[in-house]
């Protein structure tokens, strides 16, 4: 479903294919609705994380809408993954709490403390269905013991509009991350469509890829 927005907007369809268009374009107007309610929570999360001055910046498919890398309508979101300083990980997690955010899994302890294996809290949902993760690093224990890109994407985070995201930069090197070691066995088209985006974007993508590469081995 989160792939109709691509679909839609980079494929051509003949009349035979009308009713399957059709339910493309219902599917994106559910998508956009959600979109927007995302849209909408990620500018309330921000306000209130920064009035705690939390040190916090968005990743991967909000943060490239957010500064514009896609056009509207296309990249849709399952969630909204935001990054830590990891000493603040129970304050952003109890502010969540207070805007009506709990446990996905009601069965999860309620408290902004374990991660166990993990490299983010469990999912947090809204009851507008809105989803949330909030990471203390952005790579996996079990692909890197320390994080090469953490320090970076907090340290170089970029303010619009009070909404804090990575540089252009580092949201190249957690999209390579993700497509080729995180998400490697799902063999997810979105990183190339995303890689493709960024390559138009800027204009020092290829200087900068050898860069990227070499950040995550």
Known sequence: NFLSGFICEYLSFDKSLEGFKERLININTGLLVRDMLMRHCLVKVSKIFNEHEINFVILKGMAMNHIGIYEKNIRFC???DILINRGQI???YSLLVDLGFEY????TKNCGKYFYDMHHLPPLINDEGVIIELHKRVTKKSIFKTCPITKTLLDKKINIDGIYVPCIKDIT???IYHGMLHDKSKQDPQFLYDLLKLKNYDKNFKENLKE???KIG
């Not at 996905?104 to 069965?107: A, C, E, Q, S, V």
């Open 104 to 107: 996905f899994d009601k069965k």
């Open 173 to 175: 090197t957690h999209v």
């Open 212 to 214: 990227n590469l070499s």
């Open 78 to 80: 399952r969630d909204i």
């Open 90 to 92: 129970e304050l952003a």
